[in-house]
């Protein structure tokens, strides 16, 4: 295997081409599918097999934003991008990488960028997997009781978005896209979060932007999911150039995992047109407790379950939602032949 071994000038090591390509592919079904930029599964590989944790991060981030570009593409194709939503948050973001580059800077200057940020990446893994975990298993519970009782399934409480929405701040937006009206402060603070988060951890912020604009701002799933790939591709371009002028981006390494990502994205883009929007939801959760995983794993210094854990989980993640596809298409063309039969 040592022929597709490749030297990455800028990280200064070895690696390899096929593995690059795979874990490029691997983002770009479940960054398609789930509207994240997939760095929950990249920053982490890229680290525990040799990259530095702050070249981990720049070369991620150069990879997101290209992949993110053909998401979002494809997702407003089917309507699912909300574009002045996502414009209103990139004051927010982008003022939010620059304070969490910075600070990670501050942490490598003082040695302690590996550990802290692992232990960062397993808490907000943790805590956001739970609560999706929550909302759905609620969601289910809900569905069941209106079932039995035979009332709606949709007939539930207030929910959180909705009474930050009735918070009459100006200025006032109506995001047509979406089919909310709020303060357009709230955008700006879920954008300011997510960029500090998104510079920190090296992802684009989708694994908390994407629950935010569901839990926070209102957005429907689908529509969350597009939003976010288009803040992911801006999060991504920028987080790049500010990672790249400190010399912290491997521009090679990111190229291989795009030409990968590239199909990926393109295969886990259309598979959303398949599935409910909280089913969606429960293979978010599953994948974000899977990734704190193998990040704890490396803390705890079990390289090779860690390495095993992260490869693993990602291919048979993607290998599910290429099978919603397929089953999806196959489900949509039989539809189609009986209708024509009909006929």
Same mark, same amino acid.
């Given at each position: 295997?040592?022929?597709?071994?490749?030297?990455?000038? $800028?990280?200064? /090591?070895?690696?390899?081409?096929?593995?690059?390509?795979?874990?490029? @592919?691997?983002?770009?079904?479940?960054?398609? *599918? *789930?509207?994240?930029?997939?760095?929950?599964?990249?920053?982490?590989?890229?680290?525990?097999?040799?990259?530095?944790?702050?070249?981990?991060?720049? +070369?991620?981030?150069?990879?997101?934003?290209?992949?993110? $570009?053909?998401? +979002?593409?494809?997702?407003?194709? @089917?309507?699912?991008?909300?574009?002045?939503?996502?414009?209103?948050?990139?004051?927010?973001?982008?003022?939010?990488?620059? /304070?969490?580059?910075?600070?990670?800077?501050?942490?490598?200057?003082?040695?302690? #960028?590996?550990?802290?940020?692992?232990?960062?990446?397993?808490?907000?893994?943790?805590?956001?997997?739970?609560?999706?975990?929550?909302?759905?298993?609620?969601?289910?519970?809900?569905?069941?009781?209106?079932?039995?009782?035979?009332?709606?399934?949709?007939?539930?409480?207030?929910?959180? #978005?909705?009474?930050?929405?009735?918070?009459?701040?100006?200025?006032?937006?109506?995001?047509?896209?979406?089919?909310?009206?709020?303060?357009?402060?709230?955008? $700006?603070?879920?954008?300011?979060?997510?960029?500090?988060?998104?510079?920190?951890?090296?992802?684009?912020?989708?694994?908390?932007?994407?629950?935010?604009?569901?839990?926070?701002?209102?957005?429907?799933?689908?529509?969350?999911?597009?939003?976010?790939? @288009?803040?992911?591709?801006? +999060?991504?371009?920028?987080?790049?150039?500010?990672?790249?002028?400190?010399?912290?981006?491997?521009?090679? #390494?990111?190229?291989?995992?795009?030409?990968?990502?590239? #199909?990926?994205?393109?295969?886990? +883009?259309?598979?959303?047109?398949?599935?409910? %929007?909280?089913?969606?939801?429960?293979?978010?959760?599953?994948?974000?407790?899977?990734?704190?995983?193998?990040?704890?794993?490396?803390?705890?210094?079990?390289?090779?379950?860690?390495? @095993?854990?992260?490869?693993?989980?990602? $291919?048979?993640?993607?290998?599910?939602?290429? %099978?919603?596809?397929?089953?999806?298409?196959?489900?949509?063309?039989?539809?189609?032949?009986?209708?024509?039969?009909? /006929?």
């Amino acid at each position: 295997m040592d022929f597709f071994n490749i030297y990455l000038p $800028i990280a200064g /090591l070895e690696f390899n081409v096929l593995l690059l390509l795979l874990i490029g @592919f691997t983002v770009g079904v479940c960054g398609g *599918f *789930f509207g994240i930029g997939g760095a929950w599964i990249v920053t982490p590989a890229l680290n525990i097999f040799g990259f530095p944790m702050p070249y981990a991060i720049g +070369t991620d981030l150069a990879h997101m934003g290209g992949k993110s $570009i053909v998401s +979002t593409i494809r997702h407003g194709k @089917f309507g699912n991008v909300d574009v002045k939503l996502g414009v209103s948050m990139i004051v927010g973001t982008t003022v939010g990488m620059e /304070l969490g580059a910075s600070l990670v800077m501050y942490l490598e200057r003082l040695g302690l #960028a590996e550990s802290v940020i692992r232990k960062i990446y397993v808490v907000f893994l943790f805590l956001i997997g739970s609560y999706v975990l929550y909302d759905y298993l609620s969601h289910v519970r809900r569905v069941r009781k209106a079932a039995a009782a035979g009332a709606p399934a949709s007939a539930a409480g207030e929910t959180f #978005a909705q009474r930050l929405q009735r918070l009459k701040i100006p200025p006032m937006i109506n995001f047509t896209a979406s089919g909310i009206t709020c303060s357009l402060w709230l955008p $700006i603070l879920v954008g300011l979060t997510t960029g500090v988060v998104a510079s920190v951890l090296g992802v684009g912020g989708g694994f908390i932007r994407m629950p935010a604009l569901i839990y926070l701002v209102g957005c429907p799933t689908l529509v969350a999911v597009g939003t976010d790939l @288009f803040e992911v591709m801006i +999060t991504g371009a920028y987080g790049a150039f500010t990672y790249g002028i400190k010399g912290r981006v491997d521009l090679l #390494a990111a190229i291989w995992m795009l030409l990968g990502a590239a #199909a990926g994205a393109q295969m886990g +883009t259309v598979a959303v047109k398949y599935v409910k %929007g909280y089913s969606i939801r429960l293979l978010f959760a599953v994948t974000i407790f899977i990734a704190c995983l193998s990040v704890l794993l490396k803390q705890l210094e079990m390289q090779t379950a860690s390495s @095993f854990t992260i490869l693993t989980a990602g $291919i048979v993640i993607s290998l599910v939602i290429l %099978g919603l596809l397929v089953k999806g298409v196959a489900t949509e063309r039989a539809a189609l032949k009986n209708g024509e039969s009909a /006929l």
